[in-house]
């Protein structure tokens, strides 16, 4: 915008100004996601969210509940319950979302704008008496709801309409803003708030939307705008490359196509303060009385101005807001499906082409189809009474801590309080550890947990420290050790130890390539997500109340323990200094630092038992260096506040009778984490022998072995004479090898003291032991257990008593609900190919740097197989490239054939489709498990001989990648099952499912055994439940043959997906084969339209092509008017190539 425009400020004065100003983010740097993805699909749902709009970046706006709601839309419908209805019934309530903010403003805007997504429609519905037929919103409410969200200056109708809708808000809040008032209006079902406070802060927002000094606060807009402008101008080169790396993750799975795009949107939002308005709605300029006065055609949105100049929540903030500079709305949305060529008929498809010339255009046009279409079902799910949100403003930390302490509270204390002191099925941090603390805000959160396999943590970051490894940036966000300091506190990152996601994270890796590697210094940009779930549950060994069973227990050394907590300590002491401006800060940092440390003390000493008031002795002389007197305090010595602090954890652990303070092991088996140095942490297991036959057999010698139940169990078994035996279940917290555990035995006081002369037990009472010594091993060496790719376990959802299978780290996606690629060959094969290019390149990167030289390896030397896992991903990788028709040939239909026992499973693709939250693909397809059972019956025999006669792909499988397959299958079909629900009668769910449980705790064994999914992974043996045979959308097949008649009854939905490896396990692209390409500049020049003859990228001569946008006006290369594939820059390059080129051209669809 002309206006914002800075006259050249000296640098140190803007510099300055930079560092003082609040710098305010309001849109999502990355593509909206479904907060409910860790659930199956219909599930009741209590969500935690915690949002922070200041900093450098947002990975969270409230595209991501409306895009929630659009990934539950249609849910129930297919034929699936038979009820016919728009949405399955949830059992147990609907989603409830609370959602934590800082600032008043931006709540005050989240919430108007979806106040006006509910009411679009709304007046001709009502004039009519009936709801719309389509449920949606007409044009002009679409295009009041695009300009109020995305855009900086709006129509003066638009400007009208929101303070309008202000003014009635405050009416809705009534005059003192009571909670009874909102919650008895036409909104209080689908949004509200969390207290009275935040109601009335909120209310205060909106009235000053329509202030007297309207132009006064217009001026500071615009001051406020101009500031950003002036910042990002005196960054301009690596803002400009800071911008176009960032469109790659909304891009994904399509990135290299997108800088172009970003770019001219970012300026096209910033010179013009809209996504959409042309360039004569900058400024006009008219004259009057003889001067120059200019007057906006469009006004200050008041959504977006009240953020940049409404005062903190405390009201004494007279700190300048500015907009931060790289704010650009198109990253909130799925930029792939607007890059990629989709079907006909696809959702997000666009009718017709706005600009055949303009990219921009209809890369506009298809976001607002996404915009529209999510409003449209946020809209409608509210109407069913499927989602309700609340609202609360409130600091994050005090937020979390006064829900944590209403989690400890009492039954009594809590009936006599509001339904808030409750737990959360999903908590999602967003990207506010960059500002809070990644160990921070997941130790804040991890009481929140409800008790279950299917609760999740999600922590994300935008930011990260140069040079360092993702595993050596997570221990640096986790204060230490990640995987220890997670397992003290009871959590595990799922990711890190399966080595396997649905979510491609290509993007962050070629940003990473494209960072100049000598950099040094400063903070970089970069993505990084990971889940957390309760350690017990993703062990799948739990008890009531969220612990391990009672019969064994985790403890450490007094000493360890305090390593841990200096260890974390200082990395504590480290963030919060970054916070510390001045020396008067002191205080504050260190009454907060030591809140924040008590928080994690407290966590770990719930989870390991360790001897407190020894741990604080050895602690006090572990302190980090820079913990001095004058850090921590200008007023109070280190040794008296700490002294302080020691005190109230003993106190604390007093009253909740923890016997943290006084404990001894005499459980049967009691296991010791044992950091060592270099992170080579171990645990011990300690087996006291109870049992009368097993003493004297270890007297006798009898050798003791292990054997490996799951990857979390080993049974101890010692084999005596005769039917003399023991045997013992040790479970351990983390993934375990049995070819590295050591064994070893003796015979111990019950004071502790260990003897090696026998002959000394005979005046002691003594009890003989076996001590397991387990080292924590490298996910990678884990890959045999076919359990740990896609696990699953059985559990309750939220609010029922019904069972369903929980997949840990598959996200759940709706089919119907994403775009469909178009694999349509109409034009030539050529062209389509090129169009589908990027799929390749996706696909290809399950494949990390260390399986890329296996693969070679298993092609180079027959004597030398591939791993079970990798046969597996190459096996999706075919799938994915006939049926995209990229490489031999155009086929949906597979077959899983073993070399003597036959075909095992069919599958049938459908189409490819889009994952733009995850940047991925999915293959929308049917399974068909081929039983005995089956065959034997003849149902399928008609079938199976018209299969046999289409062009099918056999797929030759080995007997361990047979039994991956049925191990992921399961996972995969859970993850999109929208039209139906398991029964009581489901297979999954057989007696021997059920713990048996000793003093209302399960055994070991018995939890072993309660896994039955798969049912089998036996050859001819069925592994999936019935309960979603012939559960499909209409004609799924279109014309196959017999498929309707005797096949669909037996096929089952599914939703395949290629299978990342994890970038903080192991290497999953050459990030220096990235640089030595140049980055992403380059790898998006080398991908471009070149002429054949002389590899220019543009038309010779002064051609232009006049619909592109200022700035970006080339002269597009000309193709072969035959084949349609061929380019050049000139008519005098195509003759010289016509010798060459008239071998192989061919017009489209012409057989050569």
């Not at 140049?1078 to 020049?1085: F, H, I, K, L, Y």
Request: net charge negative; charged share 25%.
């Amino acid at each position: 915008m002309a206006a914002l425009e800075g006259q050249g400020e000296d640098k140190n004065e803007l510099a300055a100004a930079a560092a003082a100003a609040e710098m305010v983010s309001l849109f999502a740097s990355t593509p909206a996601t479904s907060l409910t993805r860790a659930l199956p699909h219909g599930s009741a749902a209590d969500v935690l969210v915690l949002q922070s709009s200041s900093g450098g970046g947002s990975t969270f706006d409230v595209r991501d509940v409306l895009y929630t709601a659009y990934a539950e839309r249609g849910v129930g419908l297919g034929g699936g319950d038979g009820d016919g209805s728009g949405s399955r019934v949830r059992k147990g309530g609907g989603i409830r979302i609370l959602l934590c903010q800082e600032e008043a403003a931006v709540v005050a805007r989240d919430l108007l704008f979806l106040t006006l997504v509910l009411d679009s429609g709304a007046q001709r519905a009502g004039e009519a008496g009936q709801q719309p037929d389509d449920g949606g919103s007409d044009d002009g409410d679409e295009g009041i709801l695009w300009e109020a969200f995305n855009d900086l200056f709006v129509p003066e109708a638009i400007f009208e309409k929101v303070i309008a809708q202000a003014d009635k808000l405050v009416g809705v809040a009534g005059a003192k803003g009571r909670l009874e008032a909102w919650n008895a209006s036409t909104y209080g079902h689908a949004l509200g708030f969390h207290d009275e406070s935040t109601l009335q802060q909120v209310r205060q927002v909106w009235e000053q939307y329509r202030a007297p000094n309207s132009e006064l606060r217009a001026a500071q807009f615009r001051e406020s705008l101009g500031l950003s402008q002036k910042i990002r101008d005196a960054e301009q080169v690596d803002v400009d490359k800071q911008i176009s790396l960032s469109g790659l993750r909304s891009a994904a799975p399509v990135p290299l196509a997108s800088g172009d795009i970003v770019s001219r949107g970012f300026k096209q939002f910033w010179e013009h303060g809209s996504l959409t308005s042309a360039a004569d709605d900058k400024l006009e300029v008219e004259k009057s009385e003889g001067r120059d006065k200019t007057e906006p055609r469009r006004l200050p949105n008041p959504l977006m101005a009240a953020c940049l100049l409404t005062s903190s929540t405390n009201g004494t903030s007279e700190q300048k807001k500015a907009l931060h500079y790289s704010s650009n709305p198109l990253l909130g949305y799925h930029l792939g499906a607007a890059l990629a060529r989709l079907a006909p008929g696809s959702p997000y498809s666009i009718l017709q082409t706005v600009s055949d010339g303009d990219e921009y255009a209809n890369i506009v046009t298809s976001v607002r189809i996404q915009f529209r279409e999510w409003a449209n079902a946020f809209r409608e799910m509210a109407r069913e009474r499927g989602i309700n949100l609340q609202y609360c403003v409130n600091p994050l930390t005090d937020f979390l801590r006064t829900l944590s302490d209403d989690t400890q509270e009492s039954t009594e204390q809590k009936t006599s309080r509001s339904e808030v002191s409750r737990r959360f099925d999903i908590i999602d941090t967003t990207s506010c550890a960059d500002e809070h603390g990644f160990l921070n805000l997941l130790v804040a959160s991890r009481p929140l947990l409800r008790p279950s396999p299917a609760s999740v943590i999600y922590t994300e970051t935008l930011k990260r420290q140069p040079g360092l490894s993702y595993k050596q940036n997570l221990d640096l966000l986790m204060c230490g050790d990640a995987l220890l300091n997670s397992l003290v506190i009871d959590l595990s990152p799922v990711e890190y130890w399966t080595n396997t996601s649905t979510e491609s994270c290509i993007d962050d890796v070629l940003i990473r390539g494209s960072v100049d590697g000598a950099q040094t210094s400063g903070i970089l940009q970069g993505h990084f997500r990971a889940s957390w779930r309760l350690t017990d549950h993703f062990s799948g060994t739990v008890a009531s109340g969220g612990r391990l069973a009672d019969e064994q227990l985790l403890f450490m050394e007094d000493g360890d323990a305090s390593t841990i907590l200096a260890n974390v300590l200082s990395g504590l002491l480290r963030q919060e200094q970054t916070l510390m401006a001045t020396k008067e800060d002191a205080e504050i940092l260190s009454t907060r630092l030591l809140a924040r440390f008590k928080t994690f003390t407290l966590l770990l000493l719930r989870h390991v038992r360790v001897k407190w008031d020894s741990v604080a002795a050895s602690l006090m002389s572990k302190l980090p260096d820079c913990f001095t007197a004058s850090t921590l305090s200008p007023h109070e010595s280190c040794g008296t506040k700490f002294a302080v602090f020691s005190k109230e954890v003993h106190q604390m652990l007093s009253e909740r009778d923890d016997d943290g303070l006084h404990w001894t092991a005499q459980k049967d088996v009691n296991l010791r984490i044992s950091p060592r140095p270099a992170g080579q942490t171990v645990m011990i297991a300690h087996l006291n022998l109870k049992n009368g036959n097993s003493e004297p057999l270890l007297e006798q010698d009898a050798p003791v072995r292990l054997q490996q139940q799951s990857p979390f169990l080993i049974s101890v078994i010692i084999d005596g004479d005769g039917a003399a035996k023991y045997s013992a279940d040790v479970i351990f917290p983390m993934p375990v090898l049995a070819s590295k555990v050591s064994v070893s035995t003796g015979h111990q006081i019950s004071q502790g003291a260990s003897l090696v002369d026998s002959s000394a037990l005979e005046n002691a009472h003594a009890r003989s032991f076996i001590e397991l010594t387990a080292q924590v091993v490298d996910p990678i060496e884990l890959e045999d257990f076919s359990e740990l790719i896609l696990p699953i376990r059985i559990a309750s959802l939220p609010n029922s008593t019904n069972k369903t299978p929980i997949a840990l780290n598959n996200h759940s996606v709706n089919l119907d609900s994403l775009p469909i690629v178009s694999v349509d060959n109409n034009e030539s094969d050529a062209v389509a190919k090129k169009a589908n290019a990027w799929l390749a390149t996706l696909t290809s990167q399950q494949f990390s740097t260390r399986e890329r030289k296996e693969r070679e390896l298993a092609y180079e030397d027959d004597t030398l197989p591939p791993s079970a896992k990798l046969n597996l991903k190459e096996s999706i990788f075919t799938i994915f490239m006939l049926a995209s028709g990229l490489q031999g040939g155009n086929t949906g239909l597979f077959t899983l054939s073993h070399p003597t026992k036959g075909n095992q499973i069919l599958i049938f693709v459908r189409a490819i489709r889009l994952d733009g939250s995850a940047g991925s693909v999915v293959a929308d397809a049917a399974v068909l498990p081929v039983t005995r059972e089956l065959l034997d019956s003849g149902e399928l025999e008609t079938f199976l001989l018209v299969l046999r006669e289409l062009d099918a792909c056999v797929i030759e499988v080995t007997d361990e990648e047979l039994v991956l397959w049925k191990r992921v299958l399961p996972a995969m079909v859970e993850r999109c099952r929208t039209s139906w629900e398991h029964t009581e009668n489901c297979e999954y769910f057989s007696s021997s499912s059920c713990y048996s449980t000793v003093g209302g705790h399960p055994t070991a064994a018995a939890a072993a055994a309660a896994s039955v999914v798969p049912l089998s992974v036996e050859p001819e043996k069925p592994f999936l439940c019935s309960c979603g045979n012939g559960r499909l959308p209409e004609r799924y097949m279109g014309g196959l043959p017999e498929w309707e008649e005797s096949a669909a009854r037996h096929a089952v939905r599914v939703a395949i997906s290629p299978l990342f490896a994890v970038p903080w396990v192991e290497d999953i692209m050459d990030v220096e084969l990235v640089r030595s390409a140049g980055g992403v500049e380059g790898m998006v020049a080398a991908s471009r339209d070149r002429c054949r003859r002389c590899g220019a990228t543009e038309r010779a001569g002064e051609t232009v092509d006049s619909t592109a946008g200022d700035g970006d006006k080339k002269r597009p290369l000309m193709r072969c008017t035959r084949c349609k594939d061929a380019m050049y820059c000139s008519h005098e390059c195509q003759k010289k190539d016509w010798k060459k080129h008239r071998m192989e051209c061919r017009a489209p669809g012409q057989v050569e």
